[in-house]
């Protein structure tokens, strides 16, 4: 990512969830609101019929937009959680590498939307996920 976090995480990354499944964040531009990422497929996070679990593709489209939003709003003191995820799955992948882009398509006081696209190495959609990111005041715990 291009830019640092203003804030110290409780959850070391490496203790995450996001880091259990592999997610890696890579470019942010907070001018522009975009944010990628990547998942590399492994085998953890297949399912019995061989593909990747949907919710590998929810949750990273989670992460990427609530991250994404987290990197502009905490710089004025706000705090950045997810609120809604419609993920839907587009075609079955197995192997390689999951790209993720996640765009802002609205940036509110309360709220931020984002559009995130999944695809395969050779570009192929794989996934779209609508995510909405609650922006609030941060309470610094006591």
Do not use: C, K, Q
């Not at 592999?22 to 609101?33: K, M, Q, S, T």
């Amino acid at each position: 990512m291009a830019e640092t976090p203003v804030w110290e995480p409780v959850v070391a990354y490496d203790r995450t969830f996001d880091a259990r499944y592999g997610l890696a964040f890579l470019e942010h531009d907070g001018e522009a609101a975009e944010l990628r990422g990547r998942v590399e497929v492994r085998d953890e996070l297949l399912t019995a019929h061989g593909i990747v679990h949907g919710g590998v593709f929810a949750g990273a489209a989670e992460a990427v937009a609530s991250t994404g939003t987290a990197l502009v709003v905490m710089e004025r003191g706000d705090a950045a959680m997810g609120l809604s995820n419609d993920t839907t799955i587009l075609a079955d992948v197995s192997t390689g590498t999951i790209e993720l882009l996640a765009r802002a398509v609205h940036r509110g006081e309360r709220e931020w939307v984002w559009t995130v696209d999944a695809t395969g190495e050779d570009g192929r959609p794989l996934a779209h996920s609508r995510v909405t990111v609650a922006v609030r005041p941060l309470r610094r715990p006591e």
